[in-house]
C-alpha cells in the first residue's frame, strides 16, 4: 500500500519560515519524481516544486527565491523549505509521487496558514 504522509504545516507569521516533510512507502522511492503542490481555496491546484530522481529541481515563478526542494532517498522523504512566508502562500500543500503519467500518487496534504 502507497503511503504520502506529509508533515510540517501550521500557522506562521508573515516573513516566517517553515519546513515540510513527506515521507513515502510502499514506492521505490528513489525512482519516483517528486512534487509539491499546493491548493488555496476557491483556486486550482498548482505546481509549486519538482525534483527529479536525478536531483534536478524546478519552481515555480511565485515561490522562486524563497522555496527550496530536496530528498532523502534513503530517508524516502522529501522537504520543502519554505522561508519569506507570504499571506497569498497559504495554502494546503501536498506531496505528490510520479514515476509514469499514470503510476502517481498523492498525500493528504499539510496546512500552511500565513497570517499574523
Known amino acids: 500500500q502507497v503511503q504520502l504522509v506529509e508533515s510540517g504545516g501550521g500557522l506562521v507569521q508573515p516573513g516566517g519560515s517553515l519546513r515540510l516533510s513527506c515521507a513515502a512507502s510502499g514506492i521505490m522511492f528513489s525512482i519516483y519524481t517528486m512534487s509539491w503542490y499546493r491548493q488555496a481555496p476557491g483556486k486550482q491546484r498548482e505546481l509549486v516544486a519538482r525534483?527529479?530522481?536525478?536531483?534536478?529541481?524546478w519552481y515555480a515563478d511565485s515561490v522562486k527565491g524563497r522555496v527550496t526542494i530536496s530528498r532523502d532517498n534513503a530517508k524516502n522523504t522529501v522537504y520543502l523549505q519554505m522561508n519569506s512566508l507570504k499571506p497569498e502562500d497559504t495554502a494546503v500543500y501536498l506531496c505528490?509521487?510520479?514515476?509514469?503519467?499514470?503510476?502517481?500518487?498523492w498525500g493528504q496534504g499539510t496546512q500552511v496558514t500565513v497570517s499574523s
Open positions: 525534483i527529479t530522481t536525478g536531483g534536478s529541481t
Open positions: 505528490n509521487a510520479r514515476k509514469t503519467i499514470t503510476e502517481t500518487y
